[in-house]
């Protein structure tokens, strides 16, 4: 592989190929591709045998011209700076292709938290919480989960918010389990937005989803609830992976029972029921109909995408391509439906949560998903318009497009401060 692309000059490029479809001056395009204040910090944290460890942790809030800042938060030892401002500016574009009222941020913590116990992750979320506590709230920056975060994280960032500003605020964060002010079906949204893209693309590209072949990397939360729904879309999920190793399987799997087995052994390899093991990169090569990247950012570059063989590309994760494999890809005809669109379930039912918990007021999960694939859909619409009525050259650039557009019209009408 080639070296590593640095996220956050990935972001700035694909910024400026819209640009050249978006009709604004260079100094206003300019606002776009950096973020407004990134926090550095530095967490010192006791550990359970009484000795100090230090944390390198970062929030970017890149822009808020649509509303308050809004992203989650990973724990993961690739973590830098550079990435979070990445992530941040790719939750602008999402939250503005979905059309729901929000800028970007995004946080993140240098750690593997698999070697931590609960206690220790514990002190180390709530010491974060309380850097973040002058910059969050609900009307100013509402963090979420991210890699390695969920729930658990999630309830200790509220507590840890509301207990020092002794109130009650539970839309200060989201992705909060159900007793702490969580949404029913946030856990499954980034996965259901995974799928309902991928139904969409087929939909539009004339080709059936029932019968297709499907290789999802990853198998995380996005992956593995992307997996299990295009599985009941009648698709044949032939190979899966996760950081062990990937495995296929001519005939496709029950994603549930592949999940059971990762619950109970750690990872997919070993799977009884798998034809034979590969490797990540091989999986991402296999000649499927569709591809779904569900890992980490940089997958596939601009090499390995000369040996991609999948016809369509539906992201799960944030940034899993690179700007060579785009132009790769276009150049042979692979449909790529990016990140800002198919996992943008995640952030849309946060922004469901938000409001139930302005309103205290709770919705069934029936009306979430509903609501979501209404969401989804329009913005799939809105998008391959955009594609044909601009003639950009991929459905990425497209997107930025009418994210730009979207953030820009906010912008304009608010002029600049001061
Ligand atoms: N971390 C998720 C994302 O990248 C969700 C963000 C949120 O819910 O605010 O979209």
Redesign the pocket.
């Known amino acids: 592989m080639s070296e590593q692309a640095n996220p956050f000059e990935s972001l700035q490029e694909q910024i400026d190929d819209a640009s050249a479809y978006v009709d604004a001056d260079a100094d206003v395009l300019a606002r776009l591709k950096h973020p407004e204040r990134v926090l550095e910090t530095n967490l010192s944290v006791e550990m359970d045998d009484g000795s100090v460890e230090v944390f390198e942790a970062y929030r970017s809030q890149f822009n808020g011209d649509r509303g308050p800042y ?3 938060i990973r724990y993961h030892p690739g973590v830098t700076r550079d990435e979070v401002k990445a ?1 941040s500016g790719w ?1 602008v574009y ?1 939250c503005a292709v979905v059309d729901i009222p929000y800028g970007g941020g995004k946080g993140g913590i240098v750690v593997d938290p698999d070697d931590y116990s609960e206690s220790e992750l514990e002190r180390l979320t709530r010491s974060f919480a309380e850097e973040l506590r002058p910059l969050i709230g609900e009307d100013r920056d ?5 890699v390695n975060t969920g729930q658990r994280e999630m309830n200790w960032i509220k507590d840890t918010y509301e207990t020092l500003e002794n109130t009650t605020e539970p839309g200060v964060i ?2 909060k389990s159900p007793d702490s002010g969580g949404s029913a079906g946030r856990v499954a949204a ?1 996965g259901r937005s995974t799928m309902l893209t991928a139904r969409e693309a087929f939909d539009y590209l004339d080709r059936d989803i029932a019968g297709a072949d499907v290789a999802v990397q990853g198998y995380g939360n996005a992956g593995w609830i992307a997996a299990k729904l295009i599985h009941e879309l009648d698709a044949n999920v032939v190979a899966v992976s996760d950081s062990s190793g990937a495995i296929y399987r001519e005939d496709g799997f029950n994603p549930v029972d592949v999940k059971h087995h990762k619950n109970e052994t750690g990872s997919v390899t070993g799977y009884h029921n798998a034809d034979q093991e590969l490797s990540n990169e091989d999986l991402l090569t296999l000649d499927v109909d569709l591809l779904v990247p569900a890992a980490l950012e940089n997958a596939i570059d601009g090499d390995l995408a000369e040996e991609v063989s999948a016809d369509v590309v539906v992201e799960a994760a ?1 940034g899993p391509l690179t700007p060579d494999a785009d132009d790769v890809l276009a150049e042979s005809d692979v449909y790529v439906f990016p990140d800002i669109l198919a ?2 379930g ?2 849309t039912v ?1 922004y469901f949560e938000w409001v139930q918990n302005r309103q205290r007021f709770y919705w069934t999960e029936d009306r979430v998903n509903e609501e979501l694939e209404r969401v989804i859909t329009d913005a799939f619409d809105n998008l391959v318009d955009t594609y044909e009525s601009t003639g950009a050259p991929n459905m990425r650039t497209a997107a930025y497009v009418v994210a730009i557009q979207r953030v820009l019209e906010a912008y304009e009408e608010g002029g600049n401060w001061p």
């Open positions: 809004k992203g989650g992530l939750m999402k509402i963090p979420a989960p991210d989201t992705g980034t944030n996992n943008a995640g952030v946060s």
